[in-house]
């Protein structure tokens, strides 16, 4: 059975940083392309940046493009999410998610992805 357990969150000050980790269990990690999405309080889910099965190819949001890295090590199946310069809008709670079977590359579609994590949450205040 699939599982995804992120980790890593809490609060940081603004222009702070923090590492998420993801560890999946129950398929083959590596055969997949991996993204974390993010959602705010009363608010939809937001991609935020995806990394290919074996991390030569990473895409990001606009919204968070030179200020976060995307990493995996397939050794110990986990995916990770360097959050720097953070600001008072990354306050969110963030998921890595698992796309579908067939899926190919890094997918923006939310509806392209069927297993989440319970989500991490990141709060960014001074």
């Known amino acids: 059975q699939v599982h995804l357990v992120e980790s890593g969150g809490g609060l940081a000050q603004p222009g702070g940083s923090l590492r998420l980790s993801c560890a999946a269990t129950g398929f083959t990690f590596g055969s997949f392309a991996m993204s974390w999405v993010r959602q705010a309080p009363g608010k939809g889910l937001e991609w935020v940046s995806g990394?290919?099965?074996?991390?030569?190819?990473?895409m990001y949001a606009d919204s968070v493009k030179g200020r976060f890295t995307i990493s995996r090590d397939n050794a110990k199946n986990t995916v990770y999410l360097q959050l720097n310069s953070l600001k008072p809008d990354d306050t969110e709670l963030y998921f890595c998610?698992?796309?579908?079977?067939?899926?190919?590359?890094?997918?923006?579609?939310?509806?392209?992805?069927?297993?989440w994590g319970q989500g991490t949450q990141v709060t960014v205040s001074s």
């Open positions: 998610a698992k796309p579908r079977e067939g899926v190919a590359g890094i997918s923006k579609l939310l509806y392209e992805y069927d297993y």
């Open positions: 990394i290919e099965t074996d991390g030569s190819d990473t």
